[in-house]
């Protein structure tokens, strides 16, 4: 498995516009991606600043997802609305997973 960590800061006034943001990153995802899990999370202590944990089979298939044109294409609308709600660009931490605990 391989994940990536994505850090972002919302412009002022624009909190309650993360669920749409959400929206329209699913709404651009594939079947077949290698996408195994994504969590979406707010920092308790400053909550403009939102953190998106993505999980993948491999690193190689995250790297097709992310060169796939037609997912380019369907993330348009996404990109436009970070625009509007994101101060800045996020930021992206590539992370080797080394073990999964569950219940």
Avoid: C, H
Avoid at 30 to 59: A, C, H, K, W
Avoid at 65 to 88: I, S
């Amino acid at each position: 498995m391989w994940a990536q960590l994505i850090t972002m800061r919302l412009k002022q006034g624009k909190d309650e516009e993360v669920q749409g943001l959400v929206d329209l990153l699913r709404a651009a995802e594939q079947p077949g991606s290698g996408l195994v899990r994504s969590l979406t999370m707010r920092d308790q202590n400053d909550p403009s600043r939102i953190y998106t944990l993505v999980v993948f089979e491999s690193e190689e298939q995250a790297r097709a997802r992310e060169n796939d044109p037609r997912r380019r294409e369907r993330l348009e609308p996404a990109r436009a609305a970070m625009a509007e709600v994101l101060d800045g660009a996020p930021e992206f931490v590539d992370l080797a997973v080394v073990a999964e605990t569950l219940p």
